[in-house]
């Protein structure tokens, strides 16, 4: 399995308060992302990073913020939590020097907003 | 861009009958297509891949892939499932800038 930590795994948290999750890879991959799960949706991208400080917006951006300051870790941020925002929420990385650049997956977070 | 549909959110199955999770993929560019699976409470792991050559693609645990250019279709199938391979499939394909794109998945209940 690939060297891919989410933390926390589980979180429940209250409308308008902030929350940081965090995603850690030990396999010194380039690229970065984060995606979020949803019944019917499949996954969808919220962001992503192709190196430290390197970022860019996926399709469902609106209300979340990422760091990356070092190649290890990928931050997402919600800065003020809606219940829209419950959901599960995964961690993927990817080497682009490799022919397929596949990703791979964390655990998962799944997150509670009340 | 590319866009990846997954024809059926569900398809419940006899244990050791045969399966066929239907995907579809729309794309002028270059086809990267990739099943990951997703057992229950965990992440999602590579199924398999295909990008060119033979048009059909094996796993290791008995899935198999084939692409139809002509149909614009990957759709994954197994001969015999088993008990373990209750889980939910996503179809994915890569649009640009190394960006996967997903389809809405597959849920299999294999029953006894």
């Known amino acids: 399995d690939a060297g891919i930590t989410q933390s926390p795994r589980h979180k429940v948290t209250e409308t308008g308060t902030p929350v940081t999750l965090r995603c850690h890879q030990t396999?010194?991959?380039?690229?970065m992302y984060w995606y979020r799960q949803d019944p019917g949706h499949g996954l969808r991208l919220i962001h992503y990073s192709y190196g430290v400080k390197d970022t860019d917006k996926g399709e469902v951006s609106d209300g979340y913020s990422v760091s990356r300051s070092k190649t290890e870790d990928f931050l997402l941020t919600l800065e003020s939590a809606t219940s829209s925002q419950t959901s599960v929420y995964f961690c993927a990385i990817s080497d682009p020097g490799t022919e397929y650049n596949e990703q791979f997956f964390g655990p998962g977070t799944r997150l509670t907003v009340l | 861009a590319q866009s990846v549909t997954q024809l059926d959110s569900q398809v419940p199955v006899f244990e050791e009958a045969p399966v066929e999770l239907r995907c579809n993929y729309s794309s002028s560019v270059s086809v990267y297509l990739f099943w990951y699976v997703q057992y229950p409470n965990q992440g999602l792991q590579l199924l398999l891949k295909?990008?060119?050559?033979?048009?059909l693609v094996e796993s290791i645990n008995g899935f198999e892939a084939e692409f139809n250019k002509s149909q614009t279709s990957f759709h994954l199938r197994k001969p015999s499932v088993h008990i373990s391979d209750t889980a939910e499939y996503f179809c994915a394909g890569k649009a640009a800038g190394n960006k996967l794109t997903f389809g809405g998945g597959t849920r299999v209940l294999v029953k006894p």
């Open positions: 295909y990008l060119s050559g033979s048009t």
């Open positions: 396999e010194n991959h380039r690229y």
